[in-house]
């Protein structure tokens, strides 16, 4: 719960907080955390698509971020 308000970190690949790119596949990887549980959303070829994931999973969960 504390880790909502972190803000983003100095080496982030995507200027995006749950958001990096994946070397390996190539792909934007979305992941977010609750509750000490990391909880991939999944790969998008492109950081759009990854964001758009990211907000619609989040309200979703009624998280307001």
């Keep these: 719960e504390n880790r909502h308000n ?3 970190r100095k080496d982030s ?3 995006i907080k ?3 790119f ?3 596949t190539k ?3 979305v ?6 549980k990391r909880i991939t959303i999944g790969l998008f070829k ?6 758009q994931a990211y ?4 309200n979703k969960l009624c998280i307001v971020n």
């Design 13 to 15: 690949t995507s200027g």
């Design 55 to 58: 907000k619609d999973y989040i």
């Design 46 to 51: 492109n950081k759009k698509m990854a964001l």
């Design 6 to 8: 972190v803000g983003l």
């Design 22 to 24: 994946h070397k390996l």
């Design 31 to 36: 992941r977010i955390q609750i509750n000490r």
């Design 27 to 29: 792909r934007w990887q």
């Design 18 to 20: 749950g958001i990096k």
